[in-house]
Every structure is written in structure tokens, then in C-alpha cells.
């Protein structure tokens, strides 16, 4: 029968504080969490959900409004903290005719991947502080410009409270697009859950011709519905809270 090796005291007591040390190591340096990114929703009950990047825009948003409400169908609108500073009232609006309300950065810079995550941090402050007057709650969602993330962005928005939205599917309506291409693009991509990508508003605050945008949507809306989709915000087509504090549901519970 073999015997069990007895080591030395101080060989034990080596191996113990090694290990020690390992385990604080482990705790001090294990990675941060990110957060969770989203890019489609519940694939059951043929929903998907409308959204519309870097507004609010003058007269594209109240027009894409309009049509949103005489076609009772609400969606997701992703702004822009620059612009909610010149055009707050539009934030306001959204509420008010039932959308749902995320933060897209303060001015659209395509160096936040690069950023730090403090001064990553400092766009998202800003970027909430120009929201706090017209929406009165901080949003649980944040949709990166471009879609490019890194993981100093993912950890900071963990960090806050944020779920980071992506797409399913893009409208191509950022581009020289036609509003036929724009509708083709989404009709062709379409599947229950789909998150679809639009804009009411333009890079960096700009101003753009969003015309073609709001002549296609209103052909979108009713070639979904001939196909038997609804239409839901993304907090009801993903369970991602809305705001703040609220607490998440599962993506395919009733809403």
C-alpha cells in the first residue's frame, strides 16, 4: 500500500500562500463585466420593432411622428445629445405619442472605440445630461454610432446600468438609398424579432435630407402588417429595460 508523501512545514506553508496570492490575483484582475448587446428580440408572435438614429431632426422627426401615430404603431428613437439640446421639444414629443427613448451618444464621434473608459464615460454623462430636462429619467439602452463598440464602451455601460441595442436589419437609408431601395432592403430582411435600423437625423447633429426615409416608412409599415408582423418598442420586443431601475423581463414575456 502506498503511503501518502508528507511534505515539509515550510514547503506547506509556501504552497498555501501561493495559493492565496493566486486567488487575490484572480479576484483583482479578473475582467470587468460587459454589457449585454442585443441585436434582435423574441422570434416568437411575428413582432420586430422600428428604430430611428441621431435626431431629433426638424422637420424629418415631427414627419416620421405623424406617421408613426396615424399608423398606430410605435417604435424606438436613439438621440443624439447635441441635438436634444437644440431640439428638446421633439424628445418630448416622442413620449408623448408613446415611443421609447435611448441614448446614441452626445455627438456621434467615431473615436469613442477609442477612447478611455473615463473619458468614454464623460460622452455618456454629457450625453445623459442633456436628456435629463425633456425625458425626466435616465434610459436603460444606448446604441453605439456606427455599431462600433469596444470593451472599455461595453464595461462603462455595464457599469451604468445600460443594455447596448444594435440591428437586425439596416434600412440603407443613411445612404444615397432611394425610398424603393429603403423598402426593398427592409422587406428583404425581415424576420419575427428583427430589430430594423432607420434615422430621422443626421451624423454629428447635422441636418440631412431624411425625405426618403419618410416616404418609404409608411410603405414599410404596411408591407410588414401584409405579412402578419406588429410593431413593438425595443424594451417589449427584448425585455431590455426602458429606463433605469426598471426591472428586466424575459423577451418574449407579454407586454
Known sequence: MEHPVR?????????????????????CFAPA??????SYGCRDGHRVALTFDDGPNPPYTEEILTILVAHRVTATFFVEGQAVETHHELVTRELEDGMAVGLHSYGHSQDLP???????GRDLQRAEKA??????????????PYGHMSRNMLVELRARGYIS?????????????SADQVVSSVL??????????MHDGGVGGGNP???N???????????????????????ELTGAPGEHGEARRPACSAN
Not at 463585466?33 to 442585443?38: G, I, K, S, V
Not at 436628456?131 to 453605439?144: K, Q, V
Not at 441595442?165 to 438609398?177: C, H, L, N, P, Q
Open 213 to 235: 426615409t419618410v416616404a418609404s416608412l409608411p410603405r414599410i409599415i404596411d408591407g410588414l402588417r401584409s405579412r402578419g408582423y406588429a410593431f413593438a418598442t425595443v424594451p
Open 7 to 27: 511534505l515539509p512545514r515550510h514547503r506547506v506553508a509556501l504552497l498555501l500562500a501561493a495559493a492565496l496570492v493566486g486567488v487575490i490575483a484572480t479576484s
Open 131 to 144: 436628456l435629463a430636462a425633456p425625458l425626466g429619467y435616465t434610459p436603460g439602452l444606448y446604441r453605439a
Open 114 to 120: 477609442l477612447m478611455t473608459r473615463a473619458e468614454f
Open 188 to 197: 428583404d430582411q425581415v424576420q419575427p424579432g428583427s430589430i430594423i435600423l
Open 165 to 177: 441595442i444594435g440591428w437586425e436589419v439596416d434600412s440603407t437609408d443613411w445612404s444615397s438609398a
Open 209 to 211: 435630407d431624411r425625405s
Open 33 to 38: 463585466a460587459e454589457a449585454e448587446h442585443l
